[in-house]
């Protein structure tokens, strides 16, 4: 096999011959430049896989070469050299478009780890493969996924933000999938469901006999995602404490468990996202300046449902197909008024809730087709309408709510079906007949309500 080609840029003779020796014991071969003209003549010259750059060139500076190659040769992953402690540069190197960056003295370890990551890479620049998870044509949806496809051909820090239920953590995971880092983990982690006393030991891990409890040595959730993704959802809700300790640990690429004199090194990419505004709780001194200035080196937005226009009717077609799979029961259509009433509702909860919604319907439609009054939805103002307004108490006399939307809609499904089964005295097959539904679907839903311990035992023989 042909060996790989990297391009080293670089005006310091030692440096550029510590990068040759280094990579000619990686089986790579390489061509050296002491300046951008050089790097130029050899980029037109030959097909590179990698090119290495120092920051501070004769006639210009690296990020200019980065531009450049990002622009006319996209398929090469560059990785700028940066001075030690100057984390501007690396920041602005990543932002122009840099694969990764290493600082100097250059760590040959952490070398070695960055051209293996690069070079597994695809070279060729391929449209955003079809993918079930991420569907729609939208304009939003189409610029979401060119931003997921040239994220994942990086190593910097990505910062999804969006509204809750959106698909952030999908996003996150399809950069993921797409990059280098596909075949280790992808370690999803939701920062605000952690106790604080825990949070340390959860993250970085701790030694036997380091607490009272601690039985025996754990991993942390770096150790875990170790030449993966490590996707800290809800970043927003860690507390400050813990903010500085994780700041440490980008920054140095390596942890201590608790209890541990010494740190592990640690090879993560780090993707984080939150439903609150990042900027105003830095604003306010609830989240830190420095940690928000190192995970936001790039912002994806995730566009909630409601600015996806006709999105909308062809995932709840999906959505309906996949579920009447799943329930043994027949495909149902999805009615003309129905498509009019998701089209003008503006789903606060976004794609979360238009699954919810779609199970509902799928439980009291009958005849095979789906019509408004089978989708409960809450009155509210239109698609252009502020998310935040809140859905109309049920028309139970007396009767409110509170909590979330979900919660609404999920008490209203769970009050319809109870109702079926008083009527017929508990007996399962009779409430699925008046429902609407077959046996197989209902018994699904009472599982996943809780409620199949409750029902009667009485079922079709």
């Known amino acids: 096999m042909t060996k790989p080609l990297a391009l080293i840029v670089d005006d310091e003779p030692d440096i550029r011959e510590l990068l040759e020796i280094t990579l000619a014991r990686m089986n790579i071969d390489a061509r050296s430049a002491d300046c951008l003209e050089s790097a130029y003549t050899w980029l037109r010259k030959e097909k590179f896989q990698l090119c290495l750059t120092d920051m501070n060139l004769p006639d210009g500076n690296g990020i200019s070469l980065v531009q450049t190659i990002q622009r006319d040769y996209p398929h090469i992953p560059v990785a700028v050299i940066t001075?030690?402690?100057?984390?501007?540069?690396?920041?602005?190197?990543?932002?122009?478009?840099?694969?990764?960056?290493?600082?100097?003295?250059?760590?040959?370890?952490?070398?070695?780890?960055?051209?293996?990551?690069?070079?597994?890479?695809?070279?060729?620049?391929?449209?955003?493969?079809?993918?079930?998870?991420?569907?729609?044509?939208?304009?939003?949806?189409?610029?979401?996924?060119?931003?997921?496809?040239?994220?994942?051909?990086?190593?910097?820090?990505?910062?999804?933000?969006?509204?809750?239920?959106?698909?952030?953590e999908l996003v996150a995971r399809l950069i993921h999938e797409l990059g280098p880092r596909a075949e280790h983990p992808f370690v999803p982690v939701n920062c605000g469901a952690i106790p604080t006393e825990l949070m340390e030991s959860e993250f970085f891990g701790h030694k036997k006999g380091s607490f009272t409890g601690a039985t025996e040595d754990k991993q942390g959730l770096f150790q875990a995602a170790n030449?993966?993704?490590?996707?800290?959802?809800?970043?927003?809700?860690?507390?400050?404490?813990?903010?500085?300790?994780?700041?440490?640990?980008?920054?140095?690429?390596?942890?201590?468990?608790?209890?541990?004199?010494?740190?592990?090194?640690?090879?993560?990419?780090?993707?984080?996202?939150?439903?609150?505004?990042?900027?105003?709780?830095?604003?306010?001194?609830?989240?830190?300046?420095?940690?928000?200035?190192?995970?936001?080196?790039?912002?994806?937005?995730?566009?909630?449902?409601?600015?996806?226009?006709?999105?909308?009717?062809?995932?709840?077609?999906?959505?309906?197909?996949?579920?009447?799979?799943?329930?043994?029961?027949?495909?149902?259509?999805?009615?003309?008024?129905?498509?009019?009433?998701?089209?003008?509702?503006?789903?606060?909860?976004?794609?979360?809730?238009?699954?919810?919604?779609?199970e509902r319907a799928l439980t009291l439609c009958d005849h095979g087709s789906i019509l408004p009054e089978h989708l409960q939805l809450p009155e509210h103002s239109s698609s252009g309408s502020a998310s935040s307004e809140k859905p109309v108490t049920p028309n139970t006399p007396g009767?409110?709510?509170?909590?979330?939307?979900?919660?609404?809609?999920?008490?209203?499904?769970?009050?319809?079906?109870?109702?079926?089964?008083?009527?017929?005295?508990?007996?399962?097959?009779?409430?699925?007949?008046?429902?609407?539904?077959?046996?197989?679907?209902?018994?699904?839903?009472?599982?996943?309500?809780?409620l199949d311990d409750e029902a009667g035992d009485e079922e079709e023989k």
């Open 227 to 358: 030449e993966g993704t490590l996707f800290l959802d809800e970043v927003a809700d860690l507390p400050l404490h813990m903010q500085v300790k994780l700041l440490r640990a980008i920054q140095e690429k390596s942890v201590r468990p608790v209890g541990s004199l010494k740190e592990v090194p640690v090879n993560v990419r780090i993707v984080s996202a939150t439903h609150k505004d990042l900027a105003t709780e830095v604003a306010a001194g609830r989240f830190r300046q420095d940690l928000f200035y190192r995970i936001n080196v790039i912002q994806l937005k995730v566009p909630a449902l409601r600015e996806r226009g006709d999105d909308i009717s062809h995932l709840a077609q999906t959505f309906l197909k996949k579920l009447s799979t799943e329930w043994g029961v027949d495909e149902p259509v999805l009615s003309d008024a129905a498509r009019i009433a998701l089209r003008d509702y503006a789903f606060p909860g976004n794609v979360r809730e238009l699954q919810n919604i779609l």
């Open 399 to 450: 009767e409110s709510h509170g909590g979330s939307l979900e919660d609404y809609l999920f008490e209203i499904e769970k009050s319809a079906i109870l109702k079926a089964l008083e009527d017929t005295r508990w007996n399962r097959t009779a409430a699925a007949k008046k429902l609407g539904m077959t046996f197989r679907s209902l018994r699904y839903r009472l599982k996943k309500m809780g």
């Open 83 to 168: 001075a030690y402690g100057s984390m501007e540069a690396a920041v602005a190197s990543l932002k122009a478009g840099a694969f990764d960056f290493v600082s100097k003295p250059v760590e040959l370890t952490r070398l070695r780890e960055l051209v293996n990551t690069a070079l597994r890479l695809k070279q060729e620049d391929d449209n955003f493969p079809e993918d079930s998870r991420l569907l729609g044509r939208s304009p939003a949806v189409r610029e979401l996924k060119e931003k997921i496809h040239k994220l994942s051909r990086s190593q910097a820090p990505v910062y999804i933000s969006g509204e809750s239920g959106s698909g952030k």
